[in-house]
């Protein structure tokens, strides 16, 4: 267990951080300053002692991983990253919660220098810390050799009661102590205040049997405001222990040294100029003085970051050594941590004509997967405990466990994340941000609204997460409105960059995954059928790929059809039936509405072109199809229990329905008379 020893510069550098963080809050007149003035001192200790990490290069591989999970008291970490050396100034410390400035209300991921994940939603950070742990085991198990204990960091969360109440973290703790993840130290902020006030009006359980059920070491320290020994033990002794995670229940006064200190009042709200004068006063520092730091604080972090830079070094050196030693395995290690795929992984993918047999695109995403996975280490992937109906796990991967439970270990890249949705989506936030991982999540459609949360910060953060969600409409049947997802593609569609699949066919999944795989910096969610369908003529990967294109197309054609999954075989019988009429229908692929938008405008006016209307087509709630149509069919509102033909019967989503509706559109709009110009041309 790491003695500890004091500085007598340590009073002088924790004083510096709450007066620091008065001194933000008070300019900017908004934030949160009571949790920085209360866990200043763990700060301290753990940054100065324990945390291992090079300022000059935030994106050292082997670096401790830092979670602020209450992202509200974020004042804190740019304190922390300021004081380190991280490319975060004083000025950028006075320009807290400004338009454009380095230091933004919450903490966001790729924005501000040394900043992981973004957090401030509660509960998030607690879950991506839970990532961030089981990439290093991974990892670490995958590449690390005798003498070459290469991947071997910490991660370490910082939680208030806020994140102990949301779901998700507690979703997350469970799985963590299942697998036994003892590079993970959360230290819970333990100051028994909320917005709302005292904890005691809602929080009253027992965290600590909570967190021993859940598998977890629980260490106490009773004087977070003072007691550096203590905080410093606890903090040896989490990193002593190998098979579990350790929360450690912190004791601290939120706010400590204001006159408020010890009550919601400081929570929220900025100190009183007053108030800050005198906390100053009391720590010895210049009343008057703002944002005032004396160079022993500066001199005392400094030596933190200089032996971060120093542990670099040593890696380095290490590593180089490995490249000797292991060079495939070196070669492959630094290709991940690039963030680059290997060369002509896209020549694996399947290619599909219209002989071949009709599966559910469920089946034909395993059929990418098992057809990629060989090529594709990068790969860890998991469901919500569907894997059966998900069809997820390829033949011969082995399960990401603990090795004591022998049901795998950790180098298995296939995670159980048992019924725990959101829980599951935050995890893999913190997967795809400790790098060399792209990670795959899977349940149903209609459940990815359980994880949304955790989805949209994915899209925030640029997290490279993919949802395989599967049972994604009316085609699931029997289990009913319950488990339709009807307007849950609406939601994940207006989700700034997120890429919302629904492929068609075969060759139109092979383009989903290429695209996901492909986009570094964009989650995608992949909606596929229960249901089998056709392999179409007209569709290939590359066309698919493009987000939309014309799967059937007819010169001087009286109407086009706009569809995505499932329904455009149905669409391409309601335009066969409509042939035999005499009546011209084009036909239009749409699997991906973000990646259509990016294509250049030529080329959407060549799809969506302008002559004739355009009706859409989905057995999903029409909200949004506007854009690409004249006009809309789909669900009214929600679905019925019962076999999935049925089902598409009683909504009228059949061939000779659809080519009725067609009909009576084509009669509208030659009856209104004018021009049909395209829906996508537009003022703005």
Known sequence: MSQFTPEPTDNTSIATIRTLAADVVGKANSGHPGAPMGMAPVSHVLFTRFFNANPKNSKWFNRDRFVLSNGHACALQYILLHLLGYKLSMDDLKAFRQLDSLTPGHPEAHHTDGIEVTTGPLGQGFANGVGLAMAQAHMGAVYNRPRFNLINNYTYVFTGDGCLMEGVASEAASLAGHLQLGNLIVIYDDNHISIDGDTAVAFTENVEQRFLSYGWQVLHVDDGDHDLAAINGAIAAARAEKNKPTIICLKTTIGYGSKQQGTHGVHGSPLKPDDIQSLKSKFGFPPDQKFYVPQETYDTYQAAALRGAKLESQWNSLLAEYAKAYPKEHAELTRRISGKLPEGWEKTLPVYTPTDPAQASRKLSELVLTAITPTLPDLMGGSADLTGSNLTKVKGTVDFQPPSTGLGNYAGTYVRYGVREHGMGAIANGLHAYGGIVPFVATFLNFVSYAAGAVRLSALSKHQVIWVATHDSIGLGEDGPTHQPIETGTHLRAIPNLDFWRPADGNETSAAYLVALKSTETPSVLSLSRQNLPNLEGSTIERAARGGYVLYDVANEDMTIVSSGSEVP??????????????????????????????????????????????????LTTTGWQKYSHEQYGLPAWGASGPYLKVYEKFGITGPNIAAVSKKVIAFYKQKGGQVVSPLIKAL
């Open 570 to 619: 149905i669409a391409l019988e309601a335009a066969s039936l409509l042939k035999k009429e005499g009546v011209n229908v084009r036909l239009v692929s749409l699997p991906c509405w973000s990646v259509f938008d990016k294509q250049d405008e030529q080329y959407r006016l060549s799809v969506l072109r302008s002559g004739a209307p355009i009706l859409s087509l989905e057995a």
